[in-house]
């Protein structure tokens, strides 16, 4: 900046001419640098940022854009303002930082909303497929309905790992699992203690058990409203229950009456057996919908 109370020679004011042309060209460059590595045409950065084609094409020739519109700019190239102006390449914005303010800056109604459209955008970026950025945006994928009969799915499958989403609207999930450092294989080594599992969960006294539990509040209850509620003998219902407890799905507390000591029971909050469930339910979907579907796995499953 040139000090109007001080004497600035000829060359100073050269020299700060020359640093803000030269400044001014960085930002062009790295405007059309960032723009390419993203995908965007001129006419799509200028959408997002909200101004002409004509208006990018200029800031990419020599032009400067308006100072308030750098933030936005930097936003959607997903660089700093540092960065757009040269300075440093290290100060790439935090996204994870980003997403976290942006998270906690929302109401409890709409932060499970908002963190599924996020879940969204990393699909799309792991497709690395920029014509779908436009065409799939979070706004059609809330249009979604099972209006016609079918169930939408997007399924990414990788050698570095897997994604399954269900984005229809009366059920939404998003599962994405890095490929295991040892393979999936060598995760899933104990094939009995699998099928144990799928044995138990093939009782429908069990599931009976568990949509009763899981669809009151989660205090003590015992065997004998259990058993009024899903219809199964008590004598039959206790060692159920037991076997729910070596499963680590229930807790078992002895209660003290005055005909003497019973077992009273609460089912663990725990996130696994509703996916699980959830899982089991699209396994027998026949309208499926591939709304985004991507297999570029070269090596076995397991």
Known sequence: ????????????????????????????????????????????????????????????RGGTPDTELLPNIADILGVSIDVLFGRSENNRINIEEMIIKELNTLSDEERF???????????????????????????????????????????????????????????????????????????????????????????????????????????????DLISKNTEIEEKKLNSLMKKLCQYNLADCTKVETEKGEIDSYTFRQECAMIPMLCFAKELRVKNIYDFVIAFNRNKPLL
């Open 1 to 60: 900046m040139i000090d109007l109370h001080k004497k600035t020679s000829y060359n100073e004011i050269i020299d700060l001419i020359s640093g803000a042309i030269i400044l001014k060209n960085i930002l062009s460059v790295k405007i059309k640098e960032y723009r390419i590595k993203k995908g965007f045409t001129q006419e799509e950065l200028g959408k997002l940022v909200g101004v002409t084609t004509q208006a990018v094409s200029k800031w990419e």
């Open 113 to 223: 909303t908002k963190a599924f459209s996020l879940c969204w955008a990393v699909e799309m970026g792991l497709t690395k497929m920029n014509s779908l950025k436009n065409k799939f945006t979070s706004d059609i994928i809330d249009t979604l309905n099972n209006e016609y009969g079918y169930e939408y799915y997007s399924k990414l499958l990788f050698d570095e790992g897997l994604v399954d989403a269900r984005l229809s609207r009366n059920c939404r999930y998003f599962f994405l699992m890095p490929e295991p450092e040892n393979g999936l294989k060598n995760y899933l080594n104990n094939i009995q203690e699998l099928s144990e599992t799928f044995a138990l969960l093939s009782d429908m006294n069990i599931l009976k058990i568990l949509f009763f539990m899981y669809g009151r509040k989660n205090t003590a209850i015992t065997v």
